[in-house]
């Protein structure tokens, strides 16, 4: 059952060694997620699962200690995928498949606060995944463990600005602005009804694992905490916590 939930953007910047002398504009950001992050472990999970976007061969699942890096961009910091310690080390050292960006960057915030909790599993989540499927991963994923938390990765609208990797979109505002609303409010209906073809119009690459979390989320009746929202490259961030 799912106990806990931490829903954090999942940007390269957040890493400051990537955001180099831009590091500072995503304080706040990394703060929230140090405090989302907390939630998870007080929550006493027998089980964290980390999910957020991924290209074609970073889908499906990546067992604990699974190694992951910045190399892509222009830093050469490694990380891994929690300790190991909770999964088999041997598999995750011969996988041949290093962690999405998205989990290379849960990776790193997993490390920065030092998890030494629950056993940890990461799985890719496709942009293309559709809204059923989603729902029937994050039942499925809700059922594997007694005590279940998720770590959900992913970002809103990339369509804020001018200046933004999808240039201005006046759509953007209010798809983030429900979205936030939903995340905030640990609001399961309204996550199940986010439009994928706007989802996908925006580049916002949450959208299916947050699907996945609305579905781990019935009938769990967690109550949602709102800790920032903000766009400060013209790509929508959000960070919340359901406890």
């Excluded at 499927?133 to 005590?147: M, N, Q």
Aim: some cysteine.
């Amino acid at each position: 059952m799912l106990v806990a939930a931490a829903v954090c953007p999942c940007p390269p910047l957040l890493v400051p060694e990537v955001a180099a002398g831009a590091a500072p504009e995503m304080d706040a950001a990394r703060a929230a997620c140090t405090n989302a992050l907390g939630v998870l472990a007080a929550a006493r999970p027998d089980l964290l699962v980390v999910l957020g976007p991924a290209e074609r061969n970073g889908r499906g699942t990546h067992p604990e200690g699974t190694r992951g890096s910045f190399h892509g961009f222009g830093v050469d910091l490694d990380v891994r995928l929690g300790s190991g310690k909770g999964g088999d080390e041997k598999t995750a050292a011969e996988s041949e498949r290093p962690l999405p960006a998205s989990l290379a960057v849960a990776g790193w915030l997993l490390e920065r606060i030092g998890w030494s909790g629950a056993p940890i599993e990461g799985l890719g989540v496709g942009e293309p995944l559709a809204v059923e499927r989603c729902i029937e991963v994050g039942r499925a994923i809700a059922a594997r463990a007694e005590r279940v938390a998720l770590l959900v990765m992913g970002d809103a609208s990339a369509c804020r600005t001018l200046k933004a990797p999808g240039y201005l979109d006046e759509r953007a505002a209010p798809f983030d602005a429900e979205v936030a609303r939903a995340l905030g409010t640990a609001d399961v209906a309204a996550l199940k009804a986010l439009d994928v073809e706007l989802a996908y119009e925006l580049k916002a690459s949450g959208r299916a694992a947050w699907q996945v979390l609305a579905g781990a989320a019935e009938g769990a009746r967690l109550e949602g905490v709102l800790l920032y929202e903000d766009a400060p490259y013209g790509v929508g961030y959000v960070v919340a916590t359901w406890s």
